[in-house]
């Protein structure tokens, strides 16, 4: 087999499982991975030069090559520097191209998370959309969005799943024991909301929708994304008897202790249109109440979560009162069907129908 050499940027494999478990998916199917690295000015064409020019860039998030948001502390100046970063972005893409390197784009978000500067975004976006030899969302509602989005052909874009984090952190505690880690009562029911804490993630309406939830116990575990993020949850949680919070950065070996201490995890998102999250929860064999937006409804069956309409505030209180309603024997239930459905999401194949695409657009279509 021929060896293939594909620079993957930006890269955070180191703190990404997402990348981490691609990049090694695709080596086993004759793709030799370089991980960029993010540099202030020219980032593409400086990585291809130095990486020995491959002939194959795989992007899998833009934002971080333009946007800048809370940078000066002044919202224009923020705005004229995202601007100034994209067109040095987009003529690092044409001169990549000029230099005969092709790219491939997977999309996985609409924009870029914190909204911000959506008008740049969006240009920028249908851009990168248009320069690119080929596209891959992770299912087909994503792939129409993308089209009616951008404009671009349907032809050029391939549907390919996000795979499971099964083994991909450690896992080897029982619930009792992430318990006592924790500080829980063995016997509570507990939701559990777990990872950074960003707007988009809709924790101040779960904050609000949990009020009508009885004899249960929110426990919260992730990040604040700003200062004025945290500052705004701690004084509600501080309100509030049945929540608790660790507003702070959660090491991946301690991601189980959470998982397993939950009965079920909650991702109560306002946008969204992929989730590794719901795929990790999955992957922990846990159930998940979670909004029925974009690839999730793919990936999330009724059968393992409680599935509500995102703009119903009614629907998410009634989602969650049915999961309380559940005994922990029909809630591991769940879980078990869910680890068998994410167990089916394997990274070899998607390592495969990966670099089926690179050939394709290698070959010429």
Sequence with gaps: MITMRVLYIPYYGGSNAYQKLLTNAVSKHGVTPIKGSMFLLF???????????????HIIWTHPFFVVG???????LDAIISCGRAVLFVIDLLIVRVFGVDIVWTVHNKHNHEKQHLRLDR???????????????????AK??????????????????EGNYIGAYPDDISQYEAREWVGLDQDAFVFVYLGM??????????????????DALLYISGKPYSDELANSISERVNSMPNVE???????????????????????PYRDIMTSGSVLLA?????????????CIPMVLSDDGGFLYDAKDRSDFIEKLRE????????????????????????????????????????NGG
Aim: hydrophobic share 45%.
């Design 197 to 214: 804490i960003r707007k988009y993630k809709g924790l101040p309406d779960l904050l609000n929708a949990f009020v009508n939830v009885d």
């Design 323 to 362: 999961a309380r309603s559940m005994s922990r024997e029909e809630l591991d239930a769940m879980g078990d069907m869910n680890y068998q459905r994410a167990r089916d999401l394997s990274w070899d194949d998607i390592g495969n129908d990966t670099v089926r695409v690179y050939r394709e657009v290698l």
């Design 123 to 141: 240009a920028v976006n249908r851009f990168v959309g248009g320069i690119a030899s080929s596209l891959t969302v992770e299912c087909e509602r």
């Design 282 to 294: 999955m992957s922990f064999g846990r159930p998940v109440v979670v909004p029925r937006l974009g």
């Design 144 to 161: 129409n969005t993308i089209i009616d989005l951008f404009g671009i052909d349907e032809d050029r874009i391939s549907v390919i799943p």
């Design 43 to 57: 980032p593409l064409i400086r990585n291809v030069l130095a990486s020995g020019r491959p002939r194959l860039i």
């Design 70 to 76: 809370d940078y000066s502390g002044v919202a224009a």
């Design 245 to 267: 919070a660790r507003l702070e950065f959660i090491p991946d070996e301690e991601l189980q202790y959470y998982m397993r201490a939950a009965d079920v995890i909650v991702l």
